[in-house]
């Protein structure tokens, strides 16, 4: 090597490690990572916190363990009115209602994770938080199903809980209970409980075989409420409604079952259902066809070649959003962040980054040169480099250099929607704050949220990329669990492996 090229490698390195260290301090000012340094972040350090904000989304008796500070014990007498035990599981949004759909669907995505990137989420310390974070959600689904034909699917009227703004620990708004039954079905709450559990018990199959075992005897008895008597799920609309049917519940359902039994029942059923499989451009709380068929891509890619047309509609999905395809059907902001619709759109953002990195890993891991859709060609890598671009958006290279995650770099959003966090801590501020006294003197205030609910990923910018940092902007100043788990999802895949 010539002299001129040592100086030169010198300077690169010393430019190199000084980018690392500003990266690794979580940026002084959000800025840092931008113009000179391309370096990536401290995905492992991202990870922690986006785990962590599951802490703060607990509901019921909190654990010794807990580190979210400024929350206490709420609701603890849930399900009581029909004497059941619902005290657990997690608040939905900002909001104090628990939703049991959406949240079956955070909780399978915390489970791939687990599974899908054990190693490097062992590698950062995380995994026994990872763990938690899903156990908090599979003891709640556990308790829920409380008999082979009754699922309580909801706890806390939405209506009368958005209509005030109080701590979950001072919360009074009637608890009402919402279930399925075989006489009023719900094929999709059912059939992502069985999602879940069955995701969560491959989880558990190395630490506690025990949990596992049950897990997965629950998760079969959830398919069988959610397959034998079917039905829409609309008890939670208008929050959340059902538009894509529960026929992609009952394949995603029906995969994770065969996965974590390996029983191939599963796996014909899949087969012989495979007509319902479709084409599509988004991967959400009510949309699981991509999730299901980037799983059987992955087995179509280890030789179970019936599995080809979930494996076409896999590249459908890669086709409908890598900017350039010739079938793009997701646009992106001009600052190249993907836009599906404007309400809570990192969701979506997430999501679709969280498969592509697993897709791009399969093909990876096939030795499959990419992806063709039309005339453009997409490399596994390429893949992973847009999913990886989502994520890094988000954590601040963006035209608004902040970041979308609470409590990461310098500038991210201070006034969430979210009541708890918008309103001093019950151990900071012990007396009642009642439901009109929490929306005149916390929800209108223009003041930043007292409680730092790190980790929270926000709804997003706007479609040019504008943020307003409003607390009254729920669509785009909330979070919610299953955005926050996708993100989970995406950013354990960018962990380096060690
Ligand atoms: C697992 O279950 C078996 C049988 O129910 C029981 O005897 C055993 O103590 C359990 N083990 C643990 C670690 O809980
Ligand atoms: C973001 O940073 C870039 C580069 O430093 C700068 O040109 C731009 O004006 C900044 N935008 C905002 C909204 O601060």
């Given at each position: 090597m010539g002299q001129r090229h040592c100086w030169v490698m010198l300077l690169f390195l010393t430019l190199f490690f000084w980018c690392v260290m500003v990266t690794r301090e979580e940026m002084p000012r959000a800025e840092a990572d931008q113009g000179l340094c391309l370096g990536d972040f401290d995905y492992g350090n991202v990870l922690g916190k986006a785990i962590l904000f599951f802490e703060g989304q607990r509901s019921g008796k909190l654990p010794r363990g807990q580190r979210v500070k400024w929350r206490g014990d709420s609701a603890l007498l849930d399900g009581r009115p029909e004497n059941v035990n619902l005290v657990g599981g997690y608040y939905d949004a900002g909001d104090n209602v628990k939703f049991g759909w959406p949240m079956a669907f955070a909780v399978t995505l915390l489970s791939w994770t687990a599974t899908e990137n054990r190693r490097e989420i062992s590698a950062t310390n995380q995994l026994r938080y990872l763990r938690s974070a899903i156990k908090w959600g599979t003891d709640f689904l556990l308790q829920a199903h409380t008999s082979p034909t009754t699922l309580y699917t909801q706890v806390g009227d939405g209506n009368l809980d958005h209509q005030c703004w109080e701590r979950p620990e001072d919360m009074d708004t009637a608890r009402t209970l919402y279930k399925i039954t075989s006489s009023s079905p719900g094929t999709e709450a059912a059939a992502e409980a069985a999602a879940a559990l069955s995701a969560a018990s491959i989880v558990f199959k190395s630490v506690n075989s025990n949990y596992s075992r049950l897990l997965l005897s629950k998760s079969k008895s959830l398919f069988e409420l959610a397959d034998k008597y079917r039905g829409s799920y609309?008890?939670?609309?208008?929050?959340y409604c059902s538009y894509s049917g529960y026929q992609d519940e009952l394949l995603w359902a029906s995969v994770w079952l065969y996965k974590a039994s390996g029983d191939s029942n599963y796996l014909n059923y899949v087969l012989s259902n495979q007509g319902w499989s479709q084409a599509v451009s988004e991967f959400s709380w009510d949309n699981k066809f991509a999730g299901a068929q980037m799983l059987l891509a992955e087995e179509f890619h280890r030789g179970k070649s019936n599995l080809a047309k979930f494996n076409n509609d896999a590249i459908s999905f890669v086709c409908a959003l890598m900017p350039g395809s010739s079938s793009v059907q997701i646009k992106t902001t001009p600052g190249g962040l993907l836009y599906t619709?404007?309400?809570?759109?990192l969701q979506y953002a997430m999501s679709a980054s969280m498969v592509l990195l697993i897709h791009s890993k399969t093909l990876s891991e096939a030795h499959v040169d990419g992806v063709q859709c039309g005339s453009a060609h997409f490399s596994a890598s390429q893949i992973r480099e847009f999913a990886k671009s989502q994520v890094d958006y988000i954590l601040g290279k963006n035209p608004m250099n902040m970041?979308?995650?609470?409590?990461?770099?310098?500038?991210?959003?201070?006034?969430?929607?979210?009541r708890g966090a918008s309103i001093p801590s019950i151990h900071v501020h012990p007396a009642k704050v009642g439901c009109n006294d929490g929306l005149a003197t916390y929800y209108s205030s223009t003041d930043p949220n007292p409680n730092t609910h790190v980790g929270a990923i926000v709804g997003g910018p706007d479609s040019?990329?504008?943020?307003?940092?409003?607390?009254?902007?729920y669509s785009h100043s909330e979070p919610a669990t299953y955005m926050n788990a996708a993100f989970v999802g995406a950013a354990a895949a960018l962990v380096p492996r060690t």
């Open positions: 609309q008890g939670s609309c208008p929050f619709r404007d309400s809570s759109n970041s979308y995650m609470v409590g990461w770099g310098s500038r991210y959003p201070r006034r969430l929607h979210h040019n990329d504008r943020f307003g940092d409003l607390r009254s902007d």
